[in-house]
C-alpha cells in the first residue's frame, strides 16, 4: 500500500523559510517522478513543484519560481521542498503526491499524503 507522509510545516513570518519533507512507502519510488501542491483555504489545490524520477528534470510554479526548491533523495525514498522568501500568500496546506506520467501534468498525479500545514504571518 503506497502512503506519503508530509512533515516540516509550521508558522513563520514573512520572508522565512522552511523546509518540507515527504517519506514514501509501500514500494520503491524512484522511478516515478514526484511533485508537490498545495491548497489555501477557500481555494482549489494548486501544483507548485515536480521532480523527475532521476531529480534532474525540475518545474515549478510560476508564483513559487526562485523562491521553492523541490529535490530528492531516491535512498531514502523522501521528497523535499525548500521554501525560500515566504509570502503571507503562501499559507496553505501542501501535500505530496506520486506522477502518474509527465512531472508538467498536475493532473496526472496521485497518492496525496495527508498534508502539512504552513502558515505565514506577515
Known amino acids: 500500500q503506497v502512503q506519503l507522509v508530509e512533515s516540516g510545516g509550521g508558522l513563520v513570518q514573512a520572508g522565512g523559510s522552511l523546509r518540507l519533507s515527504c517519506v514514501a512507502s509501500?514500494?520503491?519510488?524512484?522511478?516515478?517522478?514526484m511533485g508537490w501542491f498545495r491548497q489555501a483555504p477557500g481555494k482549489e489545490r494548486e501544483f507548485v513543484a515536480g521532480?523527475?524520477?532521476?531529480?534532474?528534470?525540475?518545474y515549478y510554479a510560476d508564483p513559487v519560481k526562485g523562491r521553492f526548491a523541490i529535490s530528492r533523495d531516491n535512498a531514502k525514498n523522501t521528497v523535499y521542498l525548500q521554501l525560500n522568501s515566504l509570502k503571507p500568500e503562501d499559507t496553505a496546506v501542501y501535500y505530496c503526491?506520486?506522477?502518474?506520467?509527465?512531472?508538467?501534468?498536475?493532473?496526472?498525479?496521485?497518492?496525496w499524503g495527508q498534508g502539512t500545514q504552513v502558515t505565514v504571518s506577515s
Open positions: 521532480i523527475s524520477r532521476s531529480g534532474v528534470v525540475t
Open positions: 503526491a506520486v506522477s502518474g506520467g509527465s512531472i508538467y501534468r498536475p493532473d496526472l498525479y496521485d497518492h
Open positions: 509501500g514500494r520503491s519510488f524512484s522511478n516515478d517522478g
